[in-house]
C-alpha cells in the first residue's frame, strides 16, 4: 500500500492541489473576462459612438434589477476577489517550489520549459502590475494619458495616441500570451480534463487558439488608434 513521504507533522497547512484548483478556476474566471474585455474593445472599429454606447449599457446592464453600474460592480468585486486568490495561491506554490530541494537536479530541464516557467511567473507579476495601472488609468482615471476626455472612446484614442502607451500596452498583451499559452493548458490538466492523449492534444490545440485570439484581438486595437485608423 502506498504512504505518504510527507510526516503528518510537516504536512502543509493548505494542500498544494487546493491550490493549484483555486488557480485553475480563478484563471479561467479571468479567462471568460478577458475574452469579453477584448471584444468591448473592438467595438472601437465600429466608431466612438458605438464604443460609447457599449460603454452605456454596460453601466445600465442589469437595471432596474440592479442599481446603475450595479452589474459592473460586481464584476470587479469577483475579479478583485479572484486576483487576490490567484496572487495568493501562485506565491505560496512559487514559494514552496523554492524550498522543495536545496540543490538542483543535476540534469537540466529544456530551455523553452525554462523559459515557459519564469515566464508564468514574472509575466504574472508584471500582469499584476499592470492590473493597477490599468484600473488608475481606465476606472478611476487616476492617471490621464493624452488629456483628460469626458467619453470612454475619447480617453481610449486619446491615450493611445501616445507612443509609450502603446508599448505599455502591447508588452502587457504579449506577457498575457504567454501566461495563457500554459495556463489555459496548466488549469485543464489540474482540472482532469487531459482523459487521454486525444484530449490533451485538443487542450493544447484550445490553449493555443485562446490565447492568439487574444493576443491579436487586444493588439489590434491601440495598434489601429496609433496608426490612425479608427473611423
Not at 466608431?47 to 460603454?55: I, K, M, T, V
Not at 543535476?106 to 523553452?112: H, S
Request: glycine content about 10%; overall charge positive.
Amino acid at each position: 500500500m502506498a504512504t505518504s513521504t510527507i510526516s503528518a507533522g510537516k504536512r502543509p497547512r493548505t494542500r498544494s492541489i487546493l491550490l493549484k484548483t483555486v488557480m485553475a478556476v480563478t484563471g479561467l474566471i479571468f479567462v471568460g473576462f478577458i475574452l469579453a474585455h477584448m471584444y468591448g474593445n473592438l467595438m472601437i472599429f465600429a466608431g466612438e459612438d458605438s464604443f460609447n454606447e457599449y460603454a452605456h449599457h454596460l453601466r445600465e446592464f442589469g437595471t432596474p434589477m440592479l442599481p446603475e453600474s450595479g452589474f459592473l460592480w460586481i464584476m470587479r468585486i469577483t475579479l478583485l476577489v479572484s486576483v487576490v486568490l490567484h496572487a495568493a495561491s501562485a506565491f505560496i506554490l512559487w514559494g514552496r517550489a523554492g524550498k522543495a530541494r536545496s540543490v538542483r537536479y543535476i540534469q537540466r530541464r529544456g530551455e523553452w520549459a525554462t523559459f515557459v516557467k519564469r515566464s508564468m511567473r514574472w509575466g504574472g507579476v508584471a500582469l499584476l502590475v499592470f492590473v493597477v495601472f490599468h484600473l488608475l488609468h481606465f476606472t478611476t482615471h487616476t492617471i490621464n494619458i493624452g488629456g483628460t476626455h469626458d467619453t470612454p472612446a475619447g480617453r481610449l484614442v486619446a491615450s493611445f495616441g501616445v507612443w509609450w502607451a502603446v508599448l505599455i500596452y502591447l508588452f502587457a498583451v504579449a506577457c498575457l500570451g504567454m501566461h495563457l499559452l500554459h495556463g489555459i493548458w496548466s488549469a485543464g490538466m489540474t482540472l482532469g480534463l487531459n482523459t487521454s492523449l486525444d484530449m490533451a492534444e485538443r487542450l493544447r490545440l484550445v490553449s493555443i487558439l485562446v490565447t492568439v485570439v487574444v493576443v491579436v484581438g487586444f493588439a489590434l486595437p491601440p495598434v489601429a488608434i496609433f496608426l490612425g485608423l479608427i473611423p
